[in-house]
């Protein structure tokens, strides 16, 4: 742990002294060098606190909170604040609606009741554990991110249905009178992670040196 630790700030330390015009007179350089050097003190940071295991989970972990907590405040505005009716027209492609949804994404498979709800609810929990596992032993970073937004999305709308009975779409897209069904941030989480989970699988898995933190 020391050796590592010594390593580690020595390499801070460079990093530093070469932004140093950077550091020092922020002014006369790019703001964007500046935002750099700090990101990269921070990693370096957190390496040595955590180390290269916990950091994966404290990436996947802020992700599934960032996911999560977007979702709920989200909604929480569309509920309480935004949408004081049940529509309002943003532009001539969307707008902000207010729909409960029984089923899952999208408004598939619903009207099923209270069974409907217990059912969904149960395998959205039983999939996020697989998840989490999965997410536990990857090493790919990218990877753990899509998962985490999967998992904080899942969570998103399982919270819904045990407060509410339902999850509340609000996000309406349509051309002229065709539309498509009303969703949330946390479907767009979930299809998001999955989307980047399957494009990854079908182009850059087999690739060396890509499936490495």
């Known amino acids: 742990m020391?050796?590592?630790?010594?390593?580690?700030?020595?390499?801070?330390?460079?990093?530093?002294?070469?932004?140093?015009?950077?550091?020092?007179?922020?002014?006369?350089?790019?703001?964007?060098?500046?935002?750099?050097?700090?990101?990269?003190?921070?990693?370096?940071?957190v390496?040595?606190?955590?180390?290269?295991?916990?950091?994966?989970?404290?990436?996947g972990f802020i992700t599934i909170v960032l996911a999560f907590c977007a979702d709920q405040l989200s909604k929480f505005a569309i509920d309480t604040e935004v949408v004081t009716t049940n529509y309002i027209e943003v532009c001539d492609y969307f707008n902000l609606v207010k729909v409960w949804n029984t089923g899952v994404s999208f408004?598939?498979?619903?009207?099923?009741?209270?069974?409907?709800?217990?059912?969904?609810?149960?395998i959205s929990l039983i999939v996020s554990a697989f998840l989490l596992y999965w997410m536990y032993n990857e090493n790919n970073k990218l990877k753990i991110v899509s998962l985490g937004m999967i998992i904080g999305g899942a969570w998103g709308n399982v919270v819904d249905r045990i407060r509410f009975g339902a999850v509340l779409d609000f996000l309406d897209f349509h051309y002229e009178t065709h539309h498509w069904p009303a969703f949330n941030l946390a479907d767009?989480?979930?299809?998001?992670?999955?989307?980047?989970?399957?494009?990854?699988?079908?182009?850059?898995?087999?690739?060396?040196?890509?499936?490495?933190?």
């Not at 007179?25 to 703001?31: E, G, Q, S």
């Not at 390496?47 to 990436?59: A, D, E, Q, T």
């Not at 099923?112 to 217990?118: A, D, F, K, Q, R």
């Not at 182009?203 to 499936?211: S, T």
């Open 188 to 213: 767009t989480f979930i299809c998001v992670g999955a989307f980047i989970l399957i494009l990854w699988e079908l182009f850059y898995a087999n690739k060396k040196g890509l499936n490495k933190i």
């Open 107 to 122: 408004s598939m498979f619903s009207n099923h009741g209270i069974l409907g709800i217990v059912v969904l609810s149960a």
């Open 2 to 45: 020391a050796s590592r630790t010594s390593a580690l700030l020595t390499l801070l330390c460079r990093k530093v002294f070469q932004n140093s015009p950077t550091f020092f007179y922020a002014k006369k350089k790019k703001t964007v060098d500046y935002i750099n050097l700090l990101l990269e003190c921070y990693y370096l940071f």
């Open 47 to 59: 390496y040595i606190h955590l180390g290269k295991g916990r950091l994966k989970l404290f990436l």
